[in-house]
């Protein structure tokens, strides 16, 4: 099978005293073995919660509305708590948004690392201490780290502790929300790097959510833009920054800041509302090329050329 993880027409809705807030409006994609997929978009277009859907760790108002997710052959949708606990950690980790707040601040890192080890696998405490810095290894840090609270640590160094934990029982897919958020530019680049060389090490998939098109420029095989809920385009990164198909994406691109430019250019207006999402194309209203049918019709995502994919009613004319 060349795809670890199959995602189909999949829906989270958000229960309102008015009605349901479409977060995740029917979103499809598929992640290759030993892939990094970038999922990006402006804040509040749905990227957290499709990722915390998948994963099955969405809290309430929130809740699975729909649709198919098929991890490694095995429809998660389907599994109960016990049967998603033996998958967890071992076949599928998760790198959530804000993780340097993730750590205990009365254990030493060791003793985090241990635990994650211990509570998911047959592996024994033993077993588990000798892991802990080699761990650390992995990803870039020295093995005395082990030995420290985490308030002894950089926001970088935190991280790091997080994605080594999130490796630990060398899982087939890892998801990271966001995980270079706030940290600034030199850290960035090292958590990126670090990222590259554990598909390489590993023979990971890593499935990476961020809103930052420049960091995906720099770390994804292939990518997805999210806007309103809904996946607006699929293809490899190259490709997509070369000439993106859709508008959206067009615009995301442009507002890159680069010392090349004189200005940066934003997009116009404001995302629409989750609880009442416009007709038609729901970036008609902020799209520069908008025609009559993109104001009535939704647009189907569909082929175009070489793994491409894109919902847009222009492409084409």
């Given at each position: 099978m060349?795809?670890?993880?199959e995602?189909?027409n999949f829906?989270?809705?958000?229960k309102?005293?008015a009605g349901?807030?479409?977060?995740v409006?029917?979103?499809?994609?598929e992640?290759k073995?030993r892939e990094i997929?970038g999922?990006?978009?402006e804040?509040g277009c749905?990227?957290?919660t499709l990722v915390?859907g998948?994963?099955?760790?969405?809290?309430?108002?929130?809740?699975v509305a729909g649709?198919?997710v098929i991890?490694?052959?095995i429809e998660?949708?389907?599994l109960?708590?016990?049967?998603?606990?033996?998958?967890?950690w071992k076949?599928?980790?998760?790198?959530p948004q804000?993780s340097?707040?993730s750590?205990?601040?009365?254990?030493?890192?060791?003793?985090?690392?241990?635990?994650?080890i211990?509570?998911?696998s047959?592996?024994?405490k033993?077993?588990?201490?000798?892991?802990?810095?080699?761990?650390?290894?992995?990803v870039?840090?020295?093995?005395?780290?082990?030995?420290m609270?985490p308030h002894?640590?950089?926001?970088?160094?935190?991280?790091?502790v997080i994605i080594?934990t999130?490796?630990?029982l060398k899982?087939?897919?890892v998801?990271?929300?966001e995980p270079?958020?706030a940290?600034?530019l030199?850290?960035?680049?090292g958590?990126?790097?670090?990222?590259?060389?554990?598909?390489?090490?590993n023979?990971v998939?890593i499935?990476f959510v961020?809103?930052?098109?420049?960091?995906?420029a720099e770390l994804?095989?292939r990518?997805?833009?999210m806007y309103?809920?809904l996946?607006?385009?699929?293809?490899?990164?190259?490709d997509?920054?070369k000439?993106?198909?859709n508008p959206y994406?067009?615009?995301?691109i442009?507002a890159?800041?680069?010392i090349a430019?004189k200005?940066?250019?934003g997009i116009?207006?404001?995302?629409?509302s989750?609880?009442?999402w416009?007709?038609?194309?729901?970036?008609?209203?902020r799209?520069p090329?908008?025609q009559?049918?993109?104001?009535?019709e939704?647009?189907q995502?569909?082929?175009v050329g070489?793994d491409r994919?894109v919902?847009?009613?222009?492409v084409?004319?």
């Open positions: 060349d795809h670890i993880l995602v189909e829906k989270v809705y958000y309102g005293v349901d807030y479409r977060a409006d029917g979103v499809s994609f992640v073995r997929f999922i990006a978009g804040s749905g990227k957290s915390e998948i994963l099955r760790i969405i809290k309430p108002p929130g809740y649709g198919k991890f490694d052959g998660l949708l389907k109960n708590e016990e049967e998603l606990r033996k998958i967890r076949k599928l980790s998760y790198v804000g340097m707040n750590l205990n601040p009365i254990l030493k890192v060791k003793d985090q690392i241990i635990d994650a211990v509570t998911n047959e592996i024994t033993k077993e588990a201490e000798k892991q802990a810095p080699k761990l650390l290894e992995t870039g840090l020295p093995t005395d780290v082990s030995e609270y002894e640590l950089s926001g970088g160094m935190k991280q790091r080594a999130a490796i630990a899982p087939d897919l998801v990271a929300d270079v958020t940290l600034d030199v850290v960035q680049r958590i990126l790097q670090t990222i590259s060389e554990l598909r390489e090490k023979n998939a499935l961020a809103h930052d098109m420049a960091v995906h994804v095989d990518l997805a833009v309103a809920g996946i607006m385009e699929i293809g490899p990164v190259i997509v920054f000439d993106p198909l994406t067009k615009l995301l442009d890159i800041p680069s430019k200005k940066i250019k116009p207006g404001i995302s629409p989750l609880f009442n416009p007709a038609g194309c729901r970036f008609h209203p799209c090329f908008a009559n049918v993109c104001k009535t939704l647009p995502m569909r082929k070489q994919f919902a847009c009613h222009l084409g004319e």
